[in-house]
């Protein structure tokens, strides 16, 4: 089991709220990674952090932002939530060192805006 | 919301049969390979890595295959199993550039018959 955890699981939410998406490991990993997923599609990543203070944007264009204050915390923010933004959301992390390593994932957030 | 890219390929095998998986990867200078199973509403999970320096490696009831003159990599399940019913993504890691980013194939839905 890997020791990366996403709250909440599930969420529905109207339009227009401000929602963040936590995601925590307790791996020590420095690498941490936001993927978007609709049902049935591929993973496409929004956002990464090599480390406290590190955060880039991903391949995916996304209106969320997120922010890595602490290693082991990578929270993801929709500042105004809008049905296109209905998707599950997997957060990940790597302690990748330049040999390869495996991405943890965590269960992820299946967010539905209304 | 609306979906951007591809719907996945479907590999439908008798329980019992042998499965292969295939994915082509993009970046000749990617040195590092991971197969991932998702199960419906869980998020991915590792099953077995390789790297460039190797052309084959096994684990238990898998074999991952790698061809890096045609940039291929292919997943073997031995005697599938219903559990084995999931979606399978490759994932390769581009070396250089100080990059630490996993790039996800498209995936494969396999599924079990009975």
């Known amino acids: 089991e890997a020791d990366i955890y996403q709250t909440p699981r599930y969420l529905v939410i109207g339009t227009g709220k401000k929602i963040t998406l936590e995601c925590s490991q307790t791996m020590g990993h420095d690498k941490m990674y936001w993927y978007q997923q609709d049902p049935g599609m591929e993973l496409h990543l929004i956002h990464y952090?090599?480390?406290?203070?590190?955060?880039e944007k991903g391949d995916l264009s996304s209106e969320s932002t997120v922010s890595r204050i602490r290693t082991e915390h990578f929270p993801l923010t929709l500042e105004s939530a809008r049905p296109s933004h209905t998707s599950q959301y997997l957060c990940a992390s790597s302690g990748f060192k330049g040999q390869g390593a495996e991405a943890f994932f965590g269960q992820g957030t299946r967010l539905t805006v209304v | 919301g609306e979906s951007v890219g591809l719907h996945l390929p479907t590999l439908s095998v008798q329980e019992g049969d042998n499965s292969i998986i295939n994915c082509a990867y993009s970046?000749?200078?990617?040195?590092?390979f991971i197969w991932y199973k998702q199960e419906s509403g869980k998020g991915p999970q590792f099953i077995i890595d390789i790297r460039s320096n190797m052309d084959k490696r096994q684990g238990q009831r898998v074999t991952v295959l790698l061809n890096k003159t045609v940039k291929h990599l292919s997943l073997q399940i031995a005697a599938t199993q219903p559990g084995d019913s999931a979606v399978y993504f490759c994932?390769?890691?581009?070396?250089?550039?100080?990059?630490?980013?996993?790039?996800f194939g498209t995936g494969t839905r396999l599924k079990v018959l009975a």
């Open positions: 970046n000749s200078a990617s040195d590092y």
């Open positions: 952090s090599y480390g406290v203070n590190s955060t």
């Open positions: 994932a390769e890691n581009p070396k250089g550039g100080g990059t630490y980013k996993y790039i």
